[in-house]
C-alpha cells in the first residue's frame, strides 16, 4: 500500500495537471458491449488468446439494485462454458460510467469470464471444479481489472494514476477489514484510521464501517490475491531477465488454474493439462 501511495504522488509531483485532467475525464467507449469487445480484442496481445465462446451482458431488476454489487460474473455450469453471462447493476453503471471499462474488465475479459473458460479449455481434472480459491480468482480478476487501465484508450500516464489509485483504494479497504473483524475497530477507530490519508467525512466512513461490517474478509481476497499475482509476476521478472514475456506468465499462471499461492508458484510454467 505505502508503496502504491508514493508511486502515486511522484506521478502527481511530475505531472500535476494529471490529476485535473482526470476530475473530468470521459472514456471514449461507454456502452457496456462496446467495453468488453474492445477489452476482448486488446486481450489478445498480452494475455493467451482468449478463447471463442458467447457472452451476454444483462442489467439485475431495479428491485435488486439496492443490495448487488456493481456488477457480476455468473459463472458457467461445468458442462456448459459456451454461454457465459455478466450482470450490471444500473444504479452504479449510470452514475459512474468511467468505472464501467475497468468494471467490465474484472467481470469480462480478462477477468473472470476469460479465466474461467480459459482453465477450463486445458481440460483439467473434474476434482479442480469442486474448489473455490478465493484469493486466486478474485486475485486474478482485480489484477486483470487493474491491468485494463493499460489497455483502455487512455494515455499511459492517466493509466498509472487510476491503477494507482484503485489499488490505494483497495487496500485502504482490507485494512478496515483487517481492523474491524480482527482488531474490533469501532466506527471512531475507522475514522481516525482514514483521517490519516485525507478521509474525514463521517457518513463517508460510516457507509464504509457498515459495507465491510456485513462481509467480514471479503476484500483481502481481492486485495492481498492481486498482490499475491503483483509477486508472482516480480519473481518471474527477476528470474528469466531479459527473457521475461508478460503473456508466457499469464500464460503458465492461468494452466496451473485456482490454487494456493504456494502451489501457483511451485507448478507455475509445468503444467500443460489444467494443473494436473
Known amino acids: 500500500l505505502e508503496n502504491f501511495l508514493f508511486e502515486l504522488q511522484m506521478k502527481i509531483i511530475e505531472n500535476p495537471s494529471l490529476y485535473y485532467e482526470l ?18 480484442s486488446k486481450t ?9 465462446v458467447n457472452y451476454r451482458i444483462k442489467r ?24 457465459n453471462v455478466i450482470y450490471i447493476n444500473g444504479k452504479y453503471v449510470d452514475n459512474g460510467q468511467n468505472e464501467l471499462y475497468p468494471t ?19 481440460d483439467p481434472d473434474p476434482v479442480r471444479s ?8 478474485e ?8 491491468c485494463s487501465y493499460y489497455l483502455a484508450p487512455i494515455t499511459k500516464e492517466q493509466a ?9 483504494i483497495l487496500g485502504l479497504y482490507t485494512l478496515a477489514d483487517i481492523g ?10 475507522l475514522l481516525a484510521f482514514f483521517s490519516n490519508y485525507g478521509i474525514q467525512d463521517v457518513n463517508t466512513v460510516n457507509r464504509v464501517y457498515d459495507l465491510i461490517l456485513g462481509s467480514p474478509g471479503n476484500y483481502a481476497k481481492y486485495y492481498i490475491g492481486y498482490v499475491e499475482f503483483l509477486e508472482l509476476k516480480k519473481k518471474a521478472a527477476a528470474e528469466k531477465g531479459t527473457d521475461f514475456s508478460q503473456k508466457q506468465f499469464h500464460e503458465d499462471v492461468l494452466k496451473t488454474g485456482p490454487a494456493p499461492f504456494k502451489l501457483v508458484e511451485k507448478y507455475m510454467g509445468k503444467c500443460e493439462d489444467g494443473g494436473e
Open 23 to 40: 476530475t473530468e475525464y470521459e472514456y471514449p467507449v461507454t456502452e457496456p458491449e462496446e467495453i468488453t469487445e474492445d477489452l476482448k
Open 44 to 52: 489478445g496481445e498480452y494475455f493467451p488468446e482468449p478463447p471463442k
Open 60 to 83: 439485475v431488476h431495479p428491485s435488486m439494485e439496492e443490495h448487488l454489487s456493481p456488477a457480476f460474473y455468473l459463472t458457467t455450469p461445468v458442462d456448459d462454458l459456451e454461454n
Open 104 to 122: 467490465l474488465a474484472h467481470e469480462g475479459y480478462p477477468g473472470h469470464l476469460y479465466q474461467n473458460v480459459y482453465y477450463a479449455g486445458t
Open 130 to 137: 469442486m474448489f473455490s480459491i478465493g484469493g486466486y480468482i
Open 139 to 146: 486475485g486474478w480478476a482485480t489484477y486483470a481489472e487493474m
Open 160 to 168: 498509472v494514476i487510476l491503477q494507482k489509485n484503485s489499488s490505494i
Open 180 to 189: 474491524i473483524h480482527y482488531e474490533g475497530w469501532s466506527r471512531t477507530d
